[in-house]
């Protein structure tokens, strides 16, 4: 007899591998890497969210060479110098300040940074006993950091549990009461970060 769960292992690693293909950040280039030491490198990276290490070539057939966040890098930017460019940070992060490598979505006074998890949920038994597999999730953390703060603030994030952007936002924007207003009256939602901290910038300094 063959035991469905042991059947349902390899499409388990197909799902999550191609998962994994989707979320790597293509070595397409140009890329730059800015190090701590203040010396840079422009070159084809490939790295995948949510990790410390990157693959770097000057060239796409170069030499690889390997760079962690952890020892060497202060800064990589994705696509540099096109309109989508994206640029990830390593910043200390929760209760026991873990550094945790971010993606920088607005830059200024105020700064917003998000940290994006994915993963597939907890399959059941149908009726006839097979397994079904659970949908694929993802939660948004968004982070904010005013210039001159040694810390970032956790203002909310998306999900079914995740933390309310109104119960961390009312404290935090006290300097711009019509920010706090417009969160209240859900002009501005968890869901529009971007723009929350864009009209700090630009109506509130």
Same mark, same amino acid.
């Given at each position: 007899?063959?035991?469905?769960?042991?059947?349902?292992?390899?499409? =388990?690693?197909?799902?999550? #591998?191609?998962?994994?293909?989707?979320?790597?950040?293509?070595?397409? *280039?140009? &890329?730059?890497?800015?190090?701590?030491?203040?010396?840079?490198?422009?070159?084809?990276?490939?790295?995948?969210?949510?990790?410390?290490?990157?693959?770097?070539?000057? @060239?796409?057939?170069?030499?690889?060479?390997?760079?962690?966040?952890?020892? &060497?890098?202060?800064?990589?930017?994705?696509?540099?110098?096109?309109?989508?460019?994206?640029?990830?940070?390593?910043?200390?992060?929760?209760?026991?300040?873990?550094?945790?490598?971010?993606? =920088?979505?607005?830059?200024?006074?105020?700064?917003?940074?998000?940290?994006?998890?994915?993963?597939? *949920?907890?399959?059941?038994? &149908?009726?006839?006993?097979?397994?079904?597999? *659970?949908?694929?999730? #993802?939660?948004?953390?968004?982070?904010?950091?005013?210039?001159?703060?040694?810390?970032?603030? @956790?203002?909310?994030?998306?999900?079914?549990?995740?933390?309310?952007?109104?119960?961390?936002?009312?404290?935090?924007?006290?300097?711009?009461?019509?920010? =706090?207003?417009?969160?209240?009256?859900?002009?501005?939602?968890?869901?529009?970060?971007?723009?929350?901290?864009?009209?700090?910038?630009?109506?509130?300094?």
């Amino acid at each position: 007899m063959i035991n469905k769960h042991n059947s349902l292992i390899p499409i =388990v690693i197909l799902l999550t #591998s191609l998962w994994g293909i989707q979320q790597i950040a293509a070595q397409d *280039g140009p &890329d730059k890497l800015l190090f701590k030491d203040g010396t840079t490198k422009i070159g084809h990276v490939k790295y995948h969210p949510g990790r410390t290490k990157v693959r770097f070539r000057k @060239h796409k057939k170069g030499e690889l060479q390997f760079f962690d966040f952890r020892e &060497d890098l202060s800064r990589l930017i994705k696509n540099y110098g096109e309109n989508d460019e994206t640029i990830y940070e390593m910043k200390p992060i929760g209760k026991k300040q873990l550094p945790t490598v971010l993606k =920088v979505k607005v830059e200024g006074y105020l700064s917003l940074y998000v940290k994006t998890t994915h993963g597939i *949920g907890g399959g059941t038994m &149908d009726g006839s006993g097979a397994f079904v597999m *659970g949908n694929g999730y #993802s939660i948004t953390d968004g982070y904010v950091q005013k210039k001159g703060d040694s810390t970032l603030t @956790h203002l909310s994030s998306t999900g079914l549990f995740g933390r309310r952007l109104k119960k961390s936002s009312v404290a935090y924007f006290r300097d711009c009461p019509t920010l =706090v207003q417009k969160i209240e009256n859900k002009v501005f939602t968890k869901t529009k970060l971007k723009e929350i901290v864009t009209y700090y910038n630009t109506e509130c300094q």
